[in-house]
T-cell receptor, first 109, second 112 residues
Framework: GQQVMQIPQYQHVQEGEDFTTYCNSS?????IQWYKQRPGGHPVFLIQ?????EVKKQKRLTFQFGEAKKNSSLHITATQTTDVGTYFC?????????FGTGTRLKVLA | SQTIHQWPATLVQPVGSPLSLECTVE??????LYWYRQAAGRGLQLLFY??????ISSEVPQNLSASRPQDRQFILSSKKLLLSDSGFYLC???????????FGPGTRLTVL
């Protein structure tokens, strides 16, 4: 079946450094969504990407969808302590939602 | 605005005991409803989804079952819990024709 892997699994950064997580699928993705889960909390929707090569920005966050629609990335510029959490990608477009393995981000003040 | 409730927040149950987790959604009609499980430090696994009352689709065979007795109520059950059932159970909803998942606060289940 379809697998959605994220790298890295963990990332520790100093506050102010940039951070990137990559999402790779074994099959073509219909659409992709990104979620953030704070420690002890529940996932919260961040954004959805639909088109091949699409780039969207939310303040310090930049999301990209690969040209072949098999990968995506989330880049955070100048991380802050509030960025701490686990970031998940998820394929969307069908009811068979598959979440990526997640990247856990720690930001050191 | 829409809100989603789950209870209980935490639960400790012995192996072999039954389970019933409840999820309700307010402020929307005919939502799609989902149950996910998250093992400690791991990703989310879709267990069940429902597009309407009485309509349940199972994604993973296991000793869990789901029911949707009312439009905005989704229940996760088990007749006999296993140790491997421990985890963080999350209910979510989405609007008809949309994929965005809105998650409830979750139930942390520990099976001893």
């Amino acid at each position: 079946g379809q697998q959605v892997m994220q790298i890295p699994q963990y990332q520790h950064v100093q506050e102010g450094e940039d951070f990137t997580t990559y999402c790779n699928s074994s099959t073509t993705l219909s659409n992709i969504q990104w979620y953030k889960q704070r420690p002890g909390g529940h996932p919260v929707f961040l954004i959805q990407l639909v088109k091949s090569g699409e780039v969207k920005k939310q303040k310090r966050l930049t999301f990209q969808f690969g040209e072949a629609k098999k990968n995506s990335s989330l880049h955070i510029t100048a991380t802050q302590t509030t960025d701490v959490g686990t970031y998940f990608c998820m394929n969307s477009g069908t009811y068979k939602y598959i979440f990526g393995t997640g990247t856990r981000l720690k930001v050191l003040a | 605005s829409q809100t989603i409730h789950q209870w209980p927040a935490t639960l400790v149950q012995p192996v072999g005991s039954p389970l019933s987790l409840e999820c309700t959604v307010e402020g929307t009609s005919n939502p799609n409803l989902y149950w996910y499980r998250q093992a400690a430090g791991r990703g989310l696994q879709l267990l069940f989804y429902s597009v309407g009352i009485g309509q349940i689709s199972s994604e993973v065979p296991q000793n869990l079952s789901a029911s949707r007795p009312q439009d905005r109520q989704f229940i996760l059950s088990s007749k006999k819990l296993l140790l491997s059932d421990s985890g963080f159970y999350l209910c979510a909803w989405s609007g008809q024709g949309t994929d965005t998942q809105y998650f409830g606060p979750g139930t942390r289940l520990t099976v001893l």
